[in-house]
């Protein structure tokens, strides 16, 4: 299987690819810088699913050797007063379907919340490498492998976010999926 993956983002890509791996034999990718349409910071949910759709989709178009075209987005969203960061993975085909995945969700501090909100800072990744004295930590595990000490890395969750979206795909007839 060949695929089409809008990022250039090492960690997303070790996710997809394990993810895929589970379910293909061989697999390789075209990394693709796209647009994804929204902000850098997507603050709701409808954010986030729409960015990882033109991920995807824009990725699929960059390349007719592609089977599959896909697009990981993070953002957060509210809940009761609480941000939670959650990628969203969106798998886009040559027949115009696309499926969705979603990562587990995990509440952002307070403190790097408000700075989002209030525009403070453009995309999480800046308070958190200000806030830990790291640098480009969305590359290199994300805010997750800080918060978890190292048990869960941001390709965790785009890995779990990748089979969420392949579900449909593997049950075509459940979903009433193109065959």
């Known amino acids: 299987m060949r695929i089409c993956v ?36 997507p603050i709701d949910i409808e954010q986030i699913f729409t960015g990882a759709r033109n991920r995807a989709l824009r990725a699929l178009e960059s390349s007719s050797d592609c089977d599959l075209g896909i697009g990981v987005e993070a953002g957060i969203y509210p809940v009761s007063g609480t941000y939670y960061d959650v990628q969203v993975a969106a798998i886009a085909d040559r027949k115009s379907t696309v499926t969705y995945g979603l990562s587990p969700s995990f509440p952002i501090p ?30 290199k595990g994300g805010l997750i492998k800080l918060l978890t000490k190292g048990k869960v890395l941001r390709e965790d969750l785009t890995f779990y976010a990748v089979i969420m979206a392949l579900v449909p795909r593997l049950n075509k007839k459940l979903y009433e999926l193109p065959l």
């Open 6 to 41: 809008g990022t250039k983002n090492p960690s997303k890509l070790r996710g997809i690819i394990s993810a895929l791996k589970l379910f293909f034999n061989e697999v390789s990718a075209i990394c693709v810088p796209v647009d994804s349409g929204v902000p850098p910071q």
């Open 110 to 139: 307070p403190k790097f919340a408000n700075a989002l909100i209030s525009r403070k800072v453009r995309e999480l990744e800046v308070i958190v490498d200000q806030t830990f004295g790291t640098s480009s930590i969305g590359e």
